[in-house]
C-alpha cells in the first residue's frame, strides 16, 4: 500500500487494522480532490545556532527554553527554520465537505494530514541534499508543540520566515494557523552524519542515540 494511503489509515485511528474497501475508495477520492486542490508552499532560512550552558537555546533573535529540543539539537551548529502549507483551498475542500458529509470531511483531514507529512518530507530531503553539500546533517522535523517545545514559538518562528508573505500563513490569536493544514518546524543541522530517517526519530531503530527526541 502507498505511504500515504497508510499514514491517512492511521491518522484515520485503524492502528494496525486494515481499512474497508469502502473507506479505501473514500481516501483514494480525497487524495485525487487534494492533488487537484492543494497548492502546497514551503519557505525556509537556515540560522546559525548556539546552546547555552544553562540550556538556552539561541537562534538569531529567537531565544528557546525546552529540554527536548536541546537534546535533539546538540551537537548542531546551524538550524533550518521551515514552514509549510497545504493552502486556503485545502480548507475550503474540507469545509465544503463537512456542510454535506462529516464521514467523507473527517477522511479529507486524515488524507490532507498525510499529504501534508509527505510535502513535508519532500522539502526536507531537498533541504538536506544542499546541506550536506556543506558537511552538514539533518535531524528529524521539530514542531512547537512537541514534548515541552512550547506551541507559542509557532509566533516568532513564522515572523522569522516572514510567513504571511512568503506562503501566505498566519496565526490567529488563539494559535491555530490558518490555512489549517500548515507546519512550522526547526531542524537541526550538524556535521555529525547521523543518517536520520525522514520518518523521524519514532521510526528510527537507534535506541541509544543521545538525540531522540
Ligand atoms: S533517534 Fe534516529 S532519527 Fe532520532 S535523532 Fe537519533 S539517529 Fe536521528
Redesign the pocket.
Known amino acids: 500500500m502507498e505511504k500515504r494511503i497508510k499514514e491517512a489509515v492511521r491518522y484515520l485511528g485503524y492502528g494496525r487494522n486494515a481499512a474497508d474497501e469502502t473507506t479505501l475508495a473514500l481516501i483514494g477520492d480525497a487524495f485525487a480532490d487534494l492533488e487537484r486542490i492543494a497548492a502546497p508552499k514551503s519557505v525556509c532560512r537556515i540560522f546559525d545556532m548556539e546552546q547555552t550552558e544553562d540550556g538556552r537555546i539561541i537562534v538569531g533573535n529567537m531565544e528557546i527554553k525546552s529540554t527536548s529540543l536541546s537534546r535533539?539539537l546538540k551537537g548542531c551548529v546551524k538550524v533550518v527554520l521551515f514552514g509549510a502549507t497545504l493552502g486556503a483551498g485545502t480548507d475550503r475542500l474540507i469545509m465544503r465537505a463537512s456542510v454535506a458529509d462529516m464521514a467523507k470531511a473527517v477522511i479529507i483531514q486524515a488524507c490532507a494530514a498525510a499529504f501534508l507529512e509527505e510535502y513535508c518530507d519532500e522539502e526536507q530531503i531537498r533541504i538536506g541534499s544542499e546541506l550536506e553539500k556543506q558537511g552538514l546533517y539533518l535531524?528529524?522535523r521539530f514542531s512547537p508543540g512537541y514534548g515541552d517545545f512550547d506551541i507559542g514559538y509557532q509566533e516568532p518562528l513564522m515572523r522569522m520566515l516572514d510567513c504571511a508573505k512568503s506562503i501566505g500563513l498566519t496565526l490567529t490569536d488563539s494559535f491555530m494557523m490558518t490555512p489549517t493544514k500548515s507546519v512550522t518546524a526547526l531542524i537541526g543541522a550538524s556535521p555529525v552524519k547521523?543518517?536520520?530517517?525522514i520518518a523521524?526519530?519514532e521510526?528510527?531503530?537507534?535506541?541509544d542515540?543521545?538525540?531522540?527526541?
Open positions: 535533539n535531524r528529524p547521523e543518517r536520520c530517517p523521524g526519530c521510526a528510527c531503530g537507534k535506541t542515540c543521545e538525540y531522540r527526541r
